[in-house]
């Protein structure tokens, strides 16, 4: 039997398993290389925040904490938030997170769906204007804000980190959408208009559920690059303080090291994060 | 026409236009204003000028072309690292996972993010210090010497560790999408292992691979947080050095300048890179999937 | 295959979609030329012509100056003081609560918000010029800000108030001769000190393996990988005139020129240039010696006093900054500002900041608060504590150590240029 190297995905049916065929065997023993070699990476990532969490828990009476281990403690976590500047930092991340989120997936969610749909005429320059806004480095992208800005006499703060953060976020929820869109099958749609939907019923209660997931995934994704930001709001951020710029003037601030009470505000937020994960995991489940 | 084609023909230009428009606003006129700014002379005390002062450029060149090239050269190991640690890892949970477990090592690779980069980063300081858990390991094992922090493997390490699952998603969605049984075909063709890799399998991930090192390579060789914090005396990038020249400096044209020498060089590599893998015609094909 | 159930990979999948000719790359060329026809913009001047303060002539400016203090004679009740950290009295207890600010608060009715925002002077300024420049409150009544390049930039900006003279009798008494009148601010028109330092060497004995007396000591190359230098345009220049004998205060270029080569030939011993972090690789071991400001020492040695550092003002003599008050334009309590200004000058209100601060205060009647304190001690620690402080050149400098201590060189906009240009690439590269 011959099978053409075509290009891929959903060419051929299932074809018969070839169990009757004999085949040389194949070596088992390089087996285990890939997966211990993935492993060690996967332990890797996820090192830090393991040191991060077990440190959190460190005793220590510095500013900051110490490489050394010297007992075990629940003490940071009672003043987890005893510091304002902090937690106004963190409020400020959260909220012009959401705000972030809220914006760029409404005006995302319009352009993906316009441009998954079908060509149109300009198509082509809206492609270039989302390539060039993703592939532009983010030094350059906050610091040209910061010019405009600064020509304009526009006075720096939460607006404008909310500016920057819709700006560098609108085109990666663009980009989700419109690949959602366009594994999409257009039927759905021409059957709801021979059904005599009008375009908003349509887009409402056909189109909309069915991208569902990339939208979600556009607005989470909005939502992470927002709060881990560092360069652009650092350079659009006046005097106004996200969390990122907290926690790297905190560290500069007392002497290069992490207060105590960072680590432990990190490992809450990893901690929300995964139980958030596992929990939309679950439910996602439970809808199958 | 119908009133109703009419607004089916407009209904995509409505639909674009206020996310268009956010864009042209707060991304194209900075960066042509930065543009314009690049090319005005003057002082922080009596203001900046017009004046079409193209030297800035070669100024911005004369003095800062080690850290443009430092860079580029980061980036380019830091890249390299990720690709070289990321394929096995995206060629295993495509090929080698059980469907039910992929999801979850996927979550496993962007755990980390969840927690603030600034976080990261400064831990990394922590455990590499000269007498922190790594080299406190080493030096109980009896070995002296050596610092790895405030050196250009802790930046270069740090680069590689913050961007790593960009490089490994992308490569992993386009080896998803390599059915089974060309791997099958391939080996009732009397393809060993090695080959059915090389032939079949890698040039097909190649939109991956594209994909993979522009959303690394970029970010990677613009970024000069992981030299702030990791780094040591020749360390410095071209990020810190645009953030000096409008901060301490008070010189937005030479700023701005170097902004966009910066982003032309990444700019034409990355274009270049796609003509030499030839992608265009792979990226069709991925866009039909 | 391929059913989008992972809604990660439409991200991914979307980006390996094609979209960039290059018909269309040329077509974005156009876009510099659009970018020409807003060649018209341009940036303002930092300062304003014809000044703010109404009037060019010196009485027409005083009388300015009076009738502004005049029309904000009475207290608002509130004041927004920003400051850098640690540079506050703090209860241990409670990082929120400052316990000389709630006696402020007691006395004067007064309620002080205050926000840690300073980090870097740089930093700060690029942060606050640009209100200023607009003609905004920054949201500060109160500011700290060292004397050096940004101070000078906000005076000669015009961005600070000028201060009510007839409302800083304290000071005037009290206040020490080395922050009265300063070169930077002479008349003391816009600022008055909150606190003095001096930027020396602090080190780890056990890692230097010996005592450490002289800026040449950071050229060891015993230490090589271990020394830490500040990495700004203020501190580091300074010290090194210092270190090659010379007065920064009247260094020329030549001398400048001599400085840079001196920091050059250390470059391969520096492990990094820090800003303020270099404390905790002192205390982890990273570093065996570094520059470092006299109080940091004192502070970490204090929250932990497992630590052995010590610090050294080096023989050829040391740069001494001083951190000022000030009040920019455009606040919205000024009254309330200059009342505080003048209230840190008592004696009394001195002791209690510098018992915590451990810097140079601007009261030396403090130390006979502290002298009083060790008498009336009632046991020995507290004793023991208050003679310390009491007899710490540190907190109350000698008059001989006045000798070697050196303010910044005050620099000109284009001498700014031509420093900036010589020390940069020392800890730039």
């Not at chain 3, 930077?184 to 060497?201: H, K, L, Y």
């Amino acid at each position: 039997m011959t099978t053409t190297l075509a290009a891929p995905d959903g060419i051929t049916p299932e074809t018969p398993s070839s169990s009757a065929v004999s085949r040389p065997r194949r070596r088992l023993h390089g087996r285990w290389i890939l997966p211990l070699w993935s492993w060690l990476v996967i332990l890797w990532l996820v090192a830090p925040i393991l040191v991060m969490i077990v440190f959190s828990f460190n005793d220590g009476t510095g500013r900051t904490v110490s490489t050394n281990w010297q007992g075990f403690t629940f003490r940071w976590y009672e003043h987890l938030f005893s510091s304002s500047d902090l937690t106004h930092a963190l409020v400020n991340s959260i909220t012009i997170g959401l705000l972030t989120t809220v914006i760029s997936v409404v005006l995302g969610t319009l352009m993906g769906v316009a441009m998954g749909r079908r060509k149109f005429f300009g198509i082509g320059s809206v492609n270039l204007l989302l390539f060039a806004n993703i592939a532009a480095p983010e030094v350059v992208l906050g610091a040209a804000l910061l010019s405009l800005f600064l020509t304009m006499h526009i006075p720096l703060g939460y607006g404008t980190i909310l500016i920057a953060h819709v700006m560098f976020s609108v085109a990666y929820v663009v980009v989700t959408v419109r690949a959602r869109m366009a594994g999409q099958d257009p039927a759905l749609e021409e059957a709801a208009h021979d059904l005599g939907a009008g375009p908003v019923t349509t887009f409402l209660r056909v189109t909309l559920p069915g991208i569902m997931p990339g939208i979600t995934a556009g607005g989470l994704l909005a939502f992470v690059m927002s709060i881990d930001d560092y360069i652009i709001t650092s350079f659009n951020n006046g005097t106004t303080q996200t969390f990122p710029l907290w926690v790297y003037g905190a560290s500069v601030r007392n002497g290069g090291g992490v207060p105590p009470q960072t680590y432990g505000v990190g490992s809450l937020i990893f901690v929300i994060g995964v139980l958030l994960a596992v929990g939309g995991a679950i439910w996602n489940r439970r809808k199958v | 026409m119908s009133a109703r084609t009419v607004r089916a023909r407009l209904a995509p230009y409505a639909m674009i236009f206020p996310g268009w428009l956010w864009l042209v606003i707060f991304f194209v006129v900075p960066l042509v204003s930065m543009l314009s700014v690049s090319l005005m002379t003057g002082s922080d005390v009596d203001g900046f000028t017009q004046t079409w002062h193209f030297h800035t450029y070669v100024e911005a060149w004369n003095k800062y072309h080690v850290q443009i090239v430092r860079s580029l050269i980061y980036g380019l190991i830091a890249t390299g690292i990720c690709l070289v640690l990321g394929y096995p890892v995206a060629y295993w949970i495509a090929f080698r996972v059980r469907q039910k477990y992929k999801s979850m090592i996927l979550f496993l690779l962007l755990l980390p993010f969840f927690v603030s980069f600034i976080i990261r980063t400064q831990t990394w300081n922590f455990i590499l210090s000269d007498n922190g858990m790594v080299l406190g390991l080493y030096h109980a094992l009896g070995f002296h010497g050596g610092h790895v922090l405030n050196t250009s493997t802790a930046v270069i390490g740090g680069l590689a560790y913050n961007f790593l699952p960009f490089t490994i998603l992308p490569i992993y969605v386009s080896l998803e999408r390599v059915h089974p049984s060309l791997l099958e075909a391939s080996a009732d063709l009397y393809a060993n292992k090695t080959k059915s890799f090389l032939r079949v399998v890698l040039p097909l991930s190649i939109p991956g691979i594209f994909a993979s090192v522009l959303l690394t390579f970029v970010p990677v060789a613009s970024d000069y947080v992981n030299a702030m914090i990791l780094g040591g005396t020749r360390n410095t990038m071209v990020g810190t050095a645009i953030e000096t020249e409008y901060v301490t400096n008070f010189n937005p044209p030479m700023a701005s300048a170097l902004s966009f020498i910066l982003m032309a060089v990444l700019l034409v590599g990355v274009f270049a890179y796609a003509r030499a893998l030839g992608t265009e015609e792979a990226m069709e094909m991925a866009a039909t999937a | 295959m391929s059913t989008s159930q992972d809604p990660p990979i439409d991200l991914l999948r979307g980006l390996t979609q094609p979209r960039v000719s290059r018909r269309r790359m040329l077509q974005a060329g156009g876009l510099t030329a659009l970018g020409a026809g807003l060649a018209a913009c341009s940036i303002a001047p930092a300062r304003k012509a014809g000044g703010g303060s109404g009037g060019d002539s010196m009485w027409g400016q005083q009388r300015a100056i009076a009738a502004f203090w005049a029309e904000h004679a009475k207290p608002l009740g509130t004041l927004n003081f920003t400051n850098w950290p640690l540079y506050i009295d703090v209860d241990p207890d409670n990082p929120n609560v400052r316990p000389s600010l709630d006696e402020f608060t007691k006395k004067t009715g007064i309620k002080v918000n205050y926000r840690e925002d300073i980090n870097e002077v740089d930093t700060f300024y690029a942060k606050i010029a640009p209100l200023l420049k607009a003609g905004q409150s920054i949201g500060a009544d109160l500011i700290v800000i060292t004397n050096g390049v940004y101070l000078t930039k906000l005076i000669a900006n015009d961005y600070l108030l000028p201060l009510d003279q007839s409302a800083m009798p304290t000071f005037y008494a009290q206040a020490s001769d080395l922050v009265k009148d300063p070169s930077f601010d002479r008349g003391n028109v816009f600022t008055m000190a909150w606190q003095s330092g001096i930027t020396g060497i602090a080190y780890n004995p056990k890692l230097t393996g010996r005592e450490i007396t002289s800026w040449q000591d950071m050229q060891d190359p015993k230490f090589k990988g271990k020394v830490g230098m500040f990495g700004e345009n203020e501190d580091m220049p300074n010290s090194a005139l210092c270190a090659i004998g010379v007065n920064p205060e009247t260094s020329t270029e030549a001398d400048w020129q001599k400085a840079a080569e001196w920091l050059k030939k250390q470059r391969p011993l520096v492990r990094k240039y820090y800003q303020q972090d270099y404390i905790q690789p002192l205390t982890q071991g990273d570093l065996a010696i570094t520059m470092a400001w006299s109080g940091d020492i004192f502070q970490a040695m204090a929250s932990n006093p497992k630590l052995n550092l010590k610090f050294v003002v080096p023989k050829e003599g040391a740069p001494i900054w001083t951190d000022n008050m000030c009040i920019p334009r455009y606040a919205d309590h000024p009254r309330d500002a200059m009342i505080y200004m003048d209230y840190v000058y008592q004696p009394e209100v001195a002791a209690t900041l510098a018992d915590y601060i451990n810097y140079i205060t601007p009261v030396p009647a403090a130390q006979q608060i502290f002298e009083q304190e060790a008498k009336d001690a009632d046991n020995d620690d507290d004793r023991e504590y208050y003679q310390n402080l009491a007899t710490s050149p540190l907190i109350f400098p000698a008059e001989e150590d006045f000798a070697r201590l050196h303010h910044y060189r005050v620099l000109t906009e284009d001498e700014l240029i031509t420093w900036n240009n010589i020390f940069e690439p020392i800890y730039q590269s």
